[in-house]
């Protein structure tokens, strides 16, 4: 590759925080509110116009679907983000389920309130592209923004980009899966003009389960899942393929619809799954993006066909970015495996539980049964930098664990965990990796959240 040389310059300080938060999903959303709940004063930068992740930018409308039968779910700050949804109009009952969905354009504004209310500084609009580092100590982003290139220092770092930007950023060690075996990527996108009546009665004629999943790839259950009601759809996109509506050899559209409005929209249509695209890579990101878009017009075209309550349904809107759901994880200094998960681990550093909800790699594993893992301390701690915690999708672990631990749930238990450890830690005068991991138990079970 071609390379320029970057003169050296001076670099204003824009802000200096005791704990800075990068990135507002759940995961960025909960560390920032437990470090500000645990007495730091803290920063959470974004780099788009909004807070919320997954949930505001992608399209993605429920933090917690999986919740059926007897399953225990995790506690804290992923629970209450669910009730301030609510509390700010954002959130709505899903029809048999326990938990809500999320209006996303509405959490856009829960979260500004959330993010005021809990004292929290917020700057939107502003990307990282370097760590201020002195050795292998972290003390601060470099930012890139409208208002130049600005520097943000703090005591304490938190990384919750999804991808481990800053980690990779300031000289940690990560790890991908090949890409040929990532989870794929998924432009969401919403429909209007749906009927809704029309539809219902369709799907509930139909029944379609979980089981159904399996029919275009092999995916591997523990068979309690098979005979569960899914709202997914695959055999109106076979035929809409066979009438040439979707252009042969296309095997990417087929999926789930999330939630029915009495409006006539259809939103959170999670109906595309992308292989080989590697979201770290802006060739691949712009790609993707582009595909998908390609994708969504080819699926409404046959939902419109094929769909009975879609038959004058145009589209709403996409997702204002992809969404991605594997590229980097940290090397860390605890691990998660696989095994740990399927087994019910336990961990002397248990910072919070997830229950049996393994989504990806081939496998789909509900948890039905009351079957939870802990999450140890140590995957949100890089091995090789200093005064950096992860949170969130980018956390330690192997392929397989990174099944359940991307799951927006589990994303705000490390969240919680990696804010309340910063503050701690500052609190104590010891590095994170310091940290006496009784007091972070105890100080976290007092905010509310279920370590065993």
Known sequence: MKTIIEPGREIP?????????????????????????TGADVLLVEEYGCFGGNLTQVGVQTIGWYDIGACIDSE????ELEARAKQYGAAYERPNARRLSINGEAFKYAADRIVIEEGIR?????KTV?????????????????????????????????????????????????????????????????????????????KPRFGDW??????????????????YLEEEFNRAQEKGIIPKGIQSIGGTFGHLTEHGEATYLNMLYMMKYDATSVEELTRAEMDGRQLA??????????????ENATLRDFGMKLGVRDTRKIVSRGNLTGDDVFGQARFADTIGIFPEFIDGYEVLFLPTTGRYFQIPYGILLPKSVENLLVAGRCVGGDKMSHAATRNMMCCAVTGQAAGTAAALSLRENVTPGALNVALLQKELVAQGARIN
């Open 122 to 126: 917020p700057l939107l609009h502003c």
């Open 214 to 231: 399996g029919k275009n790839w092999s995916i591997r259950t523990d068979g309690k899942e098979d005979d569960l009601f899914c709202p």
């Open 297 to 310: 017009m080819w699926a409404i075209a046959a939902l419109k066909s094929e769909v009975p309550g879609f």
């Open 13 to 37: 300080v824009l802000a200096e925080a005791d704990v800075l938060v990068v990135g507002s999903g759940p995961g960025g959303l909960s560390a920032a509110i437990a470090a500000a709940r």
């Open 130 to 206: 370097a760590a201020v580092m002195e050795g292998n100590t972290i003390g601060g982003i470099v930012t890139e923004s409208k208002s130049g290139r600005q520097a943000v220092l703090a005591k304490r770092v938190i990384d919750a980009t999804g991808d481990a930007d800053v980690a990779v950023a300031a000289g940690a060690e990560t790890h991908k899966t090949p890409v040929d075996e990532m989870l794929g990527v998924t432009v969401v996108f919403s429909c209007s003009g749906v009927n809704k009546e029309k539809f219902l009665a369709y799907v509930n004629e139909r």
């Open 76 to 79: 804290g700050i992923c629970r």
